[in-house]
T-cell receptor
């Protein structure tokens, strides 16, 4: 079945360590997104990519990095520079297009919960 | 910049009663409006969207939403709530479509359906 796969589902990290969260999709979507979810704060955009080898910062990009070497993959690295990395991370994708008729909904992965010890 | 307000942190409703989850938005230009649902420790699932046309939008699992341009609202409704509808509901808005979809999400509403 088509969908988005995030791994790992749970991850524990010591302070000062970088960790990478995986996101793979087989929906043939051009655009991919990383969100951070904290209780009571909704979803905040970290990075997004609309095409291979290109990506843009979202609202809270500091302390994070991404790459988009393949259309199917959009990994997120949480670096040691991120002050408060404990959160639930969600990857999403959608179709590209122009005009109102192409406004596609986001498809989300199941999320990765990162805890810093 | 676009924004969404979901004024109630939690909505409690008895099973079988109507369910309403409120959402108001702010956006430059015409809005694209979405509702998503999230179950514990899961990703978000799409429920419905308003792009253009009929103000009443029908979606998954018996949910519907009404777009009201004058009140800048997009409230989610279900005529008869089920216990399985207990979840976190997010409203989202964008002013562009497709891959330029910089959605602004609300903080979410926890819905509790009481048996």
């Amino acid at each position: 079945d088509g969908g988005i796969t995030q791994s790992p589902k749970y991850l524990f990290r010591k302070e000062g360590q970088n960790v990478t969260l995986s996101c793979e999709q087989n929906l043939n979507h051009d655009a991919m997104y990383w969100y951070r979810q904290d209780p009571g704060q909704g979803l905040r955009l970290i990075y997004y990519s609309q095409i291979v080898n290109d990506f843009q910062k979202g609202d809270i990009a500091e302390g994070y990095s991404v790459s988009r070497e393949k259309k199917e993959s959009f990994p997120l690295t949480v670096t040691s520079a991120q002050k408060n990395p404990t959160a639930f991370y969600l990857c999403a994708s959608t179709t590209m297009g122009t005009g109102r008729e192409s406004a596609g909904e986001l498809f989300f992965g199941e999320g990765s919960r990162l805890t810093v010890l | 910049a676009q924004s969404v307000a979901q004024p109630e942190d939690q909505v409690n409703v008895a099973e079988g009663n109507p369910l309403t989850v409120k959402c108001t938005y702010s956006v430059s230009g015409n809005p694209y409006l979405f509702w998503y649902v999230q179950y514990p420790n899961r990703g978000l699932q799409f429920l419905l969207k308003y792009i253009t046309g009929d103000n009443l939008v029908k979606g998954s699992y018996g949910f519907e939403a009404e777009f009201n341009k004058s009140q800048t609202s997009f409230h989610l409704k279900k005529p008869s709530a089920l216990v399985s509808d207990s979840a976190l509901y997010f409203c989202a808005v964008s002013s562009t479509g497709g891959g330029n979809n910089r959605l602004a999400f609300g903080k979410g509403n926890q819905v509790v359906v009481i048996p």
